[in-house]
């Protein structure tokens, strides 16, 4: 019984350690960028009148994700169009979500907007590099 409690604890950190990400957090607000713990999903927003970018990461169960999972279609990012509370009609924002450890590494609306429209690693194939 004395050893179960040890064993136990170590079960559940491993759990808990396996079900979490590290994700990138910044904001131009705070204009650094540090490691956000403990994520189940990471993030990132595109607004694209500004260019601003945010980056960061959220804890939420699956059945709270369901939906917006769904309305991604399989991609990564999505077009949405929100309403602005500072007398525009609407503002244009990219959402994206990931789901890999430091899967949102930041980057600029220009990178962004050249990758595509995702925020996927892109890969250079060999015979690019020479």
Do not use: Q
């Amino acid at each position: 019984m004395v050893l179960f409690l040890p064993i136990f604890l170590s079960i559940i950190s491993l759990i808990k350690g396996a079900s979490s990400l590290d994700c990138y957090k910044y904001t131009g607000y705070e204009n650094r960028v540090v490691v956000k713990p403990n994520n189940t999903h990471c993030t990132a927003f595109f607004e694209t009148a500004t260019g601003d970018a945010t980056f960061s990461g959220a804890h939420r169960t699956p059945d709270k994700m369901t939906e917006t999972i769904k309305k991604m279609r399989g991609r990564d990012c999505r077009h949405e169009k929100h309403r602005n509370h500072n007398g525009e009609p609407f503002i244009h924002v990219y959402i994206c979500l990931c789901f890999t450890p430091m899967c949102n590494f930041p980057f600029t609306y220009e990178e962004f907007a050249f990758r595509g429209f995702t925020i996927a690693p892109t890969y250079t194939k060999n015979e690019d590099l020479w």
